[in-house]
C-alpha cells in the first residue's frame, strides 16, 4: 500500500487582520492571508523579488482553539509559522457559476515576532500551537529561516 502525506510549511507575514466568525454549527473559523517572498538575482545581475499569497484558515476543533488564538494574537505584518494541509475547494456562487480556492488548513502556528513599525524589535512572545504543552519559541529555529529582510513584502 502507498503512503502519501500533504503538509505544507510556510513562513512569512500576514497580509490583513485575521476574519474570525462563527459557522452554522456553533463552531469558530479564522481566515488570513499569508505572503511569502524569494529573491534572485537575473541573467542581468538585476535583484528580482517575488511574492505568493496563501488563504490559510484556522478552526477551532475539539479542546483545541486554534481560531480563538489567532484571533487574539495574529495581526496584519506579523511574521508567524503556518504547518497545515494543502485544501482543494469549489463551490457554486449565487449566480451558478462554479469558484475554486486553494487554502492551507492550519493545524500548527506560531508567532516569530519581528520589527515592530517603528523599526525596533519586538518582544518575543511564546509559541501558540494546537499543541498543549508546547513550550518551542522563535529562537529555536535557526536564524536562516527568520529572514528578517521584509523591504520586498507590500506592507
Not at 54 to 73: F, M, P, S
Not at 102 to 131: D, F, H, N, Y
Request: aromatic residues 8%.
Amino acid at each position: 500500500m502507498s503512503r502519501s502525506k500533504n503538509l505544507a510549511i510556510l513562513i512569512g507575514n500576514v497580509g490583513q487582520d485575521p476574519e474570525v466568525r462563527t459557522v452554522g454549527t456553533g463552531g469558530r473559523v479564522a481566515q488570513f492571508s499569508l505572503a511569502t517572498g524569494k529573491q534572485w538575482t537575473d541573467a542581468q545581475g538585476n535583484k528580482q523579488d517575488a511574492t505568493q499569497w496563501h488563504r490559510c484558515v484556522a478552526w477551532n476543533q475539539g479542546k483545541y482553539t486554534l481560531a480563538d488564538i489567532v484571533e487574539k494574537y495574529v495581526r496584519k505584518g506579523e511574521k508567524i509559522y503556518v504547518e497545515g494541509e494543502i485544501e482543494y475547494r469549489q463551490w457554486q456562487d449565487k449566480d451558478g457559476q462554479t469558484r475554486y480556492t486553494t487554502e492551507i488548513r492550519v493545524r500548527e502556528l506560531m508567532l516569530l515576532g519581528g520589527k515592530s513599525e517603528g523599526g525596533e524589535v519586538k518582544q518575543e512572545r511564546p509559541a501558540k500551537t494546537t499543541r498543549p504543552n508546547t513550550t518551542e519559541r522563535a529562537d529555536d529555529f535557526p536564524a536562516a529561516l527568520m529572514d528578517d529582510d521584509d523591504s520586498s513584502l507590500p506592507f
